[in-house]
């Protein structure tokens, strides 16, 4: 479900809250700093997240310091993996070294 005014983060959880997507439309930017966290701090931290960036058109920095702040949040015990087909977003993720802290997929796969 989408929250209400956000149309660019999209919430879905498995189940027991067992799996959560968050899906990501359009800009990754710092202007859904806080929809982005309201998005994943409700749920516990041995919930897998998975974040779909498959159908957003822009990645800024400020995206992966919301990324990193997700993991702070999380800990390093938590499983986070970033969905992307996009050769250019995993290159961006390469190049900042995101691949120590997150499983990077091309499809969302809970097991």
């Known amino acids: ?8 983060i999209e919430t879905a959880a498995s189940a027991y809250d067992a799996f959560v997507t968050i899906t990501i439309h359009g800009r990754f930017d710092i202007s859904l700093c806080e929809s982005f966290r309201k998005a994943y701090e409700g749920y516990s931290k041995e919930t897998c997240f998975f974040i779909d960036l498959r159908e957003i058109e822009q990645l800024d ?16 015990g938590a499983k986070v993996v970033i ?19 997150f499983s990077i997929a091309s499809t969302i796969s809970p097991h």
Do not use: F, H
Not at 61 to 76: D, E, F, K
Not at 83 to 101: A, C, F, N
């Open 61 to 76: 920095t400020s995206a992966l310091g919301l990324l990193l702040r997700m993991r702070s949040y999380l800990g390093c």
């Open 83 to 101: 969905v992307t087909k996009s050769p250019q977003i995993r290159d961006i993720l390469s190049v900042s070294r995101l691949g120590q802290y």
């Open 1 to 8: 479900m989408r929250a209400k005014g956000e149309m660019n």
